[in-house]
């Protein structure tokens, strides 16, 4: 009786969070994800990078869910209650007092979550989860207990559009990447006739892509701390190195990202933080399941062949490294990947372009007044223009794909 009343009790204390949480979210922005997802899915599995909102897309769903104010109930694992009580007894006893949606924020923060998960899968048909992990997770290759069973969706920090849309307070589409090569003269004169995109793409490099840009503190700070928040628990606690490795760790973030983008040289890695070529090449893994990088291979290559290239993940972390970077053409190859990467399989190009993207479709990079060579299948994204013609697409506009 006491273990029941206790749970009945705790319920009802996360009822009282789940409501002031939502009654006091600020949700700037609809996240294109939201209607990504297939809702008629039972078990939803939302991954991301730490400070890409995953928490607060959580408790939009929740402040969307159109049921009565008890089927719904968002939680943090990182609570003490699941120290000593059982997620299944919880959602047992959520779901004999009718509910019907389960937010599990935190997953990662509970042993043996993937088993629990899919007890309660099988064990209450009528009710959904939706669940919150790290992007360094692999949510169906390491859990078999969720084989077949998950829908894994990815969060990714604010695209350019949506960067806009909560600068502006204006409502902007998304458009597929076949729209913005075949169209990119009406879309760009469609944009540019409500705003003036290229006096906000700069603010956007430096700090448009994680959502705590919005908040009042300091930006910077946040990014720090955000980044070694990935480093000390989404990489070194999750993937299981020992704590004494850190330092190495951040000391090859650093020298990577001084360097990027640019070519591997393991060897020199590896004497620069005293490990194995081997350790190298897994570390790196770890910061690009992180999205602290992004990889770039040669076509029909991938990991853990040596990548052609090294971006990091987003333009933002550039300036973790170096608050005055300047460098324009790191910053829009960098920028010109990350859009592309979302929706795309994005391999190194030849010598007349920088990307090839699905095996088929070249784009290359132009800056400034830069003349462009005359290649009939190449496209050109550009920086600086509001508007293009032929071949020769704004750089921006390509921040439109999500």
Same mark, same amino acid.
């Given at each position: 009786?006491?273990? /029941? %009343?206790? &749970?009945?009790?705790?319920?009802?204390? /996360?009822?009282?969070?789940?409501?002031?949480?939502?009654?006091?979210?600020?949700?700037?922005?609809?996240?294109?994800? *939201?209607?990504?997802? !297939?809702?008629?899915?039972?078990?939803?599995?939302?991954?991301g990078s730490r400070g890409v909102g995953k928490t607060t897309f959580l408790l939009a769903i929740a402040?969307?869910?159109?049921?009565?104010?008890?089927?719904? @109930?968002?939680?943090?694992?990182?609570? /003490?209650?699941?120290? #000593?009580?059982?997620?299944?007894?919880?959602?047992?006893?959520?779901?004999?007092?009718?509910?019907?949606?389960?937010?599990?924020?935190?997953?990662?923060?509970?042993?043996?979550?993937? &088993?629990?998960?899919?007890?309660?899968y099988d064990t209450f048909p009528e009710l959904k989860i939706v669940f919150t992990g790290s992007s360094v997770m692999r949510l169906k290759e390491e859990n078999a207990d969720l084989s077949g069973k998950v !829908?894994?969706?990815?969060?990714?920090? /604010?695209?350019?559009?949506?960067?806009?849309?909560i600068k502006t307070g204006l409502e902007f589409e998304a458009y597929p990447l076949d729209e913005i090569l075949n169209h990119h003269s009406k879309l760009s004169k469609r944009?540019?006739?409500?705003?003036?995109?290229?006096?906000?793409?700069?603010?956007? *490099?430096?700090?448009?892509?994680?959502?705590?840009?919005?908040? #009042?503190?300091?930006?910077?700070?946040? @990014? @720090?701390?955000t980044i070694n928040l990935m480093l000390e628990i989404d990489v070194t606690y999750l993937k299981q190195i020992e704590l004494k490795y850190l330092p190495k760790l951040r000391s090859l973030f650093y020298i990577l990202g001084a360097e990027t983008p640019g070519s591997? $040289?393991?060897?020199?890695?590896?004497? $620069?933080?005293?490990?194995?070529?081997?350790?190298?090449?897994n570390y790196i893994k770890y910061l690009k399941d992180a999205r602290l990088f992004n990889l770039?291979?040669?076509?029909g290559e991938d990991f853990p062949k040596k990548p052609a290239k090294i971006y990091l993940h987003n333009t933002n972390l550039y300036y973790s490294i170096d608050r005055d970077y300047n460098k324009q053409q790191p910053l829009c190859e960098t920028f010109l990947y990350n859009m592309l990467h979302k929706n795309h399989k994005v391999n190194i190009g030849t010598?007349? %372009?920088?990307?090839?993207? !699905?095996?088929?479709?070249?784009?290359?990079?132009?800056?400034g007044s830069?003349?462009?060579?005359?290649?009939?299948?190449?496209?050109?994204?550009?920086?600086? &223009?509001?508007?293009?013609?032929?071949?020769?697409?704004?750089?921006?506009l390509f921040g439109f794909l999500y």
């Open positions: 009786m006491y273990r /029941f %009343n206790k &749970i009945a009790t705790m319920l009802e204390a /996360f009822y009282r969070t789940h409501k002031h949480l939502v009654e006091n979210l600020h949700y700037p922005i609809k996240r294109l994800l *939201m209607q990504e997802i !297939d809702w008629n899915s039972r078990l939803i599995g939302i991954k402040k969307a869910f159109t049921g009565t104010e008890r089927e719904c @109930l968002y939680i943090n694992l990182n609570n /003490f209650y699941f120290t #000593q009580r059982s997620l299944f007894d919880f959602a047992d006893e959520f779901y004999k007092k009718g509910g019907k949606l389960l937010l599990i924020d935190q997953v990662f923060k509970y042993p043996e979550w993937s &088993i629990e998960l899919r007890q309660i !829908d894994v969706y990815n969060l990714r920090g /604010f695209s350019f559009r949506e960067f806009l849309m944009i540019t006739e409500q705003i003036k995109p290229l006096a906000y793409f700069q603010d956007y *490099m430096h700090h448009g892509y994680y959502p705590f840009f919005t908040e #009042q503190d300091n930006y910077s700070e946040n @990014l @720090l701390k591997l $040289n393991v060897s020199k890695l590896s004497a $620069n933080i005293q490990t194995s070529r081997a350790t190298v090449m770039l291979y040669s076509e010598s007349r %372009n920088l990307f090839l993207v !699905d095996k088929k479709i070249n784009i290359d990079l132009k800056l830069k003349k462009s060579p005359k290649i009939a299948d190449v496209y050109y994204a550009t920086d600086m &223009i509001e508007n293009g013609s032929g071949l020769s697409i704004p750089l921006w």
